[in-house]
């Protein structure tokens, strides 16, 4: 079992940055990728961005590529999300998420089998 807690939203005016951590523990070396997702109300859940165990691929949704950027640190087993120049649009409950099977596609949520509770980001205008 893969356990996922995430922490850092809150709320930010446009053009703000917000930086989310998701901190994992359980079966850790099991997990094949790492992603995050977001869901607005009344919207789909949708892949954000995505990274690899061995931090060699990077995956991202057009919408937040140049803005956003997913990183890791092994040794504490966090993954990030660093969201620069953020607009209204990325408002949104943000999740963490994880996969052991590949193929772990960004675009298919049901791929990812852990998921945390979920942080909050608002972005005013």
């Known amino acids: 079992q893969v356990q996922l807690v995430e922490s850092g939203g809150g709320s930010v005016q446009a053009g703000g940055s917000l930086r989310l951590s998701c901190a994992a523990s359980?079966?850790?070396?099991?997990?094949?990728?790492r992603g995050w997702f977001r869901q607005a109300p009344g919207e789909k859940r949708e892949g954000v961005a995505s990274?690899?165990?061995?931090?060699?691929?990077?995956y991202y949704v057009d919408s937040v590529k140049g803005r956003f950027t997913i990183s890791q640190d092994d040794a504490k087993n966090t993954v990030y999300l660093q969201m620069n120049s953020l607009k209204p649009e990325d408002t949104a409950m943000y999740y963490c998420?994880?996969?052991?099977?590949?193929?772990?596609?960004?675009?298919?949520?049901?791929?990812?089998?852990?998921w945390g509770q979920g942080t909050q980001v608002t972005v005013s205008s």
């Open positions: 998420a994880a996969c052991r099977s590949f193929p772990c596609r960004l675009s298919v949520t049901s791929e990812f089998g852990y």
């Open positions: 359980g079966d850790t070396d099991s997990i094949l990728y």
């Open positions: 990274i690899y165990r061995a931090g060699t691929k990077t």
